[in-house]
């Protein structure tokens, strides 16, 4: 794997360099590219088990090495306990097919951090556009949480994040290389550096467990 961004919507211009969020399909044709698959909290809905029948079925494909983005919205989509229900189940599809899960977590990171707690994963979680402090970052470590940078974040965050834990994104909105310019020049490290850094880290996340 050569992925230098975790999470955007659309296929980068070299195949393969991100990972390609498509919800629950359809899986595009196009070669060389990675793709996460998930049933994104805004899209729930009380007759959520078809999709998640659709989903189960991307997982089995190989080009798709991780769930997402699922998970929490406080401010938009259908009732938390509904949204519970699709994220939990979305998580025993992540143990399953032993694939990561992308998460999408909007003023609900008790959720997550209870549900990390209670449901004790194997696979790695990791938030995605994480915009939060570094107390808060932390404390979603401390609970084997990972997290996501984008163009929007806390400066202070992305200088104190480890090396090891660094991870980029574009959430299709701008190219990874601006993200990984801000990046390197918040925590003085060459681009170069960078990059190798988080396709390592990349590769390491989306490898079976």
């Known amino acids: 794997m050569n992925i230098l961004d975790i999470h955007t919507h659309v296929l980068p211009e070299e195949p393969g360099s991100a990972l390609v ?5 359809p899986l595009p044709r196009e070669d060389g590219h990675w793709f996460c698959a998930g049933l ?12 998640l029948d659709a989903l189960e079925r991307l997982l089995a494909n190989p080009r798709v090495p991780a769930v997402g983005e699922c998970g929490f919205d406080a401010l938009k989509g259908p ?12 998580v025993q599809l992540s ?4 694939k990561p899960m992308i998460l999408h977590v909007v003023r609900d990171f008790d959720s997550v951090i209870r549900l990390r707690k209670q449901l004790k994963p194997t696979q790695p979680w990791l938030i995605h556009g994480f915009r939060g402090g570094p107390e808060q970052m932390s404390q979603l470590y401390s609970h084997g949480i990972l997290v996501s940078f984008g163009l929007k974040h806390n400066p202070e965050s992305l200088r104190q994040v480890p090396s090891d834990r660094l991870f980029l994104e574009t959430d299709g909105h701008d190219t990874i290389v601006q993200t990984i310019s801000l990046a390197s020049a918040l925590r003085e490290t060459p681009p170069e550096t960078i990059q190798k850094q988080i396709t390592q880290n990349t590769t390491h996340l989306l490898s079976p467990r």
């Open 95 to 98: 143990e399953q097919f032993r």
């Open 21 to 25: 969020c498509i919800g629950c399909g």
């Open 40 to 51: 994104h909290p805004w899209d729930v809905t009380e007759g959520f088990d078809n999709q």
């Open 79 to 90: 009732s938390h306990e509904l949204q519970e229900r699709a994220f939990v189940r979305q």
